[in-house]
């Protein structure tokens, strides 16, 4: 693999798609060390979301497209092993520039997204398990983590429990929309993917009444005016959402890769900027 291929295979830009977490939380804790969060920013989304994209390039060896690459590079072991060091400097960096508590933290992290593409343990092969797990430690997991990270661990995990549920069940929402395009690329290996179980046209139906589900909880989360601003941030997305669907209705493959792309970019932009909002007003 060249330099290029291996860059590719971090997949950058794709972190922008699991940064509402990151925004969402800083949004909601009280005390925000502000050079410690710089410092998280950095390291979960240069670092350990990247590495995690690779190791998962490489298990995976995919030929079709992927999340946030439409034609992925062949892979060879310098992947695997770029993994493994980006990973090694995002945690000795959280030690020495964050606190330990935060290192141990991405550690399992890691190994939890380590789990999930492996060929030893593989999560990917099982459709409700893998849903649940990817859900649970990109959502409720990376919240709390940044909420102690930023907080100097002096911040009551109590009040933020509702706003960790619903970061996973954000993610449970969206995660099974990104395999829509990709049944028959996982097939192939062998797993069993959310979207596969649910069907084409089932995964937009799941995907809509768990965004149903979420936007109800911050509906009893947030104040009235916050909701409905909330909502008028996120009218693109549903509308996108409602026009995409129709035109799967009438021609299943335009459950594709570039409508996913669409989808998550539009989705992260609207989150993204309503949590900006919420923490600069």
Partial sequence: MTAKDILLHLRIPFSFFLMPVYWFAISQASIVDKTKAIWVFVILHLLIYTASNAYNSYFDKDEGSIGGLEKPPAVDDKLFWVAWI????????GFLLVNPLFALLIFIYSMVSKAYSDDKVRLKKYAVVSWFIVGLFQGAFTYYTIILAVSNNDELLQPHLLPAIISTLMLWAIYPITQVYQHEEDRKRGDQTMSMLLGIRGT???????????????????????????????????????WWFLQVLKDSGQADFRHVMWLNLLASFCLNGFYIWLYMR
């Fill in 204 to 242: 937009f139906v799941f995907t809509a009444v768990v965004f149903t589900v979420a936007f109800s909880l911050f509906f009893l989360y947030f104040p009235e005016s916050d909701f409905i601003v909330l909502l008028l941030f996120n009218l693109p997305t549903l509308a996108y959402f409602s």
């Fill in 86 to 93: 980006i990973d090694t400097i995002a945690i000795i960096l």
